[in-house]
């Protein structure tokens, strides 16, 4: 069966530090890969998208993260984080034939003026 | 012109009752899924339908009962509420294809059960 683990429960950063949230997954076939944010009281937005092919993929504001097969990851990443980004961070995949999409337990990043 | 709706936003109800969040999305997709969002932020997939087609039953108390009409919508009916009921339930949509699938969610409904 598929899984997601983010090791990362919070993360407190100062703005324009940098950011790398951790990300594996556990399915042996070909996977879809997603992260989502939640800003507070909203719901979820997509940032970005593995689906194939270059395995650096870049989002919206500025975040990118890199899928690698080897070990099973896929992190977020942004150089510089803003007060704005502060949200709930979900990773997501999609495996085998039914399309189920099941998330990570979330990080919760919270940037300090 | 919301892609997906969900109705209504917060709910607010007795142990025992029955209630209904209704779902509808307008991106023409295949895929609608239900998810409980636990007080802890915890997502977890409850049911997914294909063409009104139950795909992914997880293990959910047999009191919800999900029912989809038409590929556009997707309602979530409980039974006798119970406290542990009390979440954030999240309606999504996304294509069936592979190649393009991306979930869309709802704004959610607020579930509290008193």
């Known amino acids: 069966a598929q899984s997601v683990s983010q090791h990362n429960h919070h993360v407190i950063l100062s703005e324009a530090a940098s950011l790398e949230l951790g990300c594996n997954y556990s399915?042996?076939?070909?996977?879809?890969l997603f992260w989502y944010v939640q800003y507070p009281g909203q719901h979820l937005q997509l940032l970005l998208k593995?689906?194939?092919?270059?395995?650096l993929v870049k989002g919206i504001k500025g975040f990118e993260a890199e899928f690698i097969k080897s070990k099973f990851s896929f992190n977020l990443r942004k150089p510089s984080v803003q007060w704005s980004d502060t949200a709930e961070y979900f990773c997501a995949v999609i495996g085998g034939a039914t399309n189920k999409l099941i998330f990570g337990t979330g990080t919760l990043l919270a940037v300090q003026p | 012109d919301t892609a997906v709706s969900q109705t209504p936003k917060y709910l607010v109800t007795q142990m025992g009752n029955d209630k209904s969040i209704k779902c509808e999305q307008n991106l023409g997709h295949d895929t609608m899924y239900w998810y409980k969002q636990d007080s802890k932020k915890f997502l977890k997939i409850m049911f997914s339908y294909n063409n009104k087609e139950l795909i992914i039953n997880e293990t959910v108390p047999n009191r919800f009962s999900p029912k989809s009409p038409d590929k556009a919508h997707l309602n979530l009916h409980i039974n006798s509420l119970e406290l542990g009921d009390s979440a954030v339930y999240f309606c999504?949509?996304?294509?069936?294809?592979?190649?393009?699938?991306?979930?869309?969610f709802g704004q959610g409904t607020r579930l509290t059960v008193v």
């Open positions: 593995y689906f194939s092919g270059d395995p």
């Open positions: 999504a949509s996304s294509p069936w294809d592979r190649q393009n699938t991306e979930a869309f």
């Open positions: 399915y042996g076939g070909t996977v879809n």
